[in-house]
């Protein structure tokens, strides 16, 4: 079994995800080099902002293990970051935000990159630095 870095590979672009948000790689490239920290929140949905109108289909089986976490109380965090002294962007955890939406969610648990004092922050995590993912192949 080998780990690869998952900033190493290469992600042929379709345009049939949701659209492609330079900022949001420019913030997670900082984050991962430890040039930008993050931080776990909690945050009131009104405060978030999608980059765009896209609305993904939701397989079953993304769906059931989305349940499945939140039965178990780990609820999966969105990474937004902010564009205002009070608004976050989503770019890319469409998905889950959707879904948070269809249960009815009214706080969403989240990973900022990068600080805020926001008003719709409910709770809010000391700075960490983001750890970069590794995939296991086989």
Same mark, same amino acid.
């Given at each position: 079994m080998d780990l690869v870095e998952t900033s190493k590979l290469i992600i042929d672009w379709d $345009?049939?995800? =949701?659209?492609?948000?330079? +900022?949001?790689? *420019? *913030?997670?490239?900082?984050?991962?080099? $430890?040039?930008l920290f993050c931080w776990i929140a909690e945050i009131k949905k009104e405060a978030i902002v999608p980059f765009s109108d896209y609305k993904p289909d939701i397989p079953d089986s993304f769906?059931?293990?989305? +349940? =499945?976490?939140? *039965?178990k109380g780990e609820l999966l965090p969105l990474y937004l970051y902010p564009i205002s002294e009070q608004k976050f962007r989503l770019s890319d955890d469409y998905v889950s935000f959707n879904l948070y939406l269809q249960k009815g969610f009214d706080k969403l648990p989240a990973i900022i990159l990068g600080d805020s004092e926001s008003k719709y922050i409910i709770k809010k995590s000391g700075p960490y630095q983001l750890l970069l993912p590794y995939l296991k192949v086989e």
């Open positions: $345009g049939k995800t =949701s659209p492609r948000d330079d +900022e949001l790689i *420019r *913030r997670l490239r900082c984050a991962y080099n $430890g040039l769906r059931n293990y989305f +349940e =499945s976490h939140i *039965r």
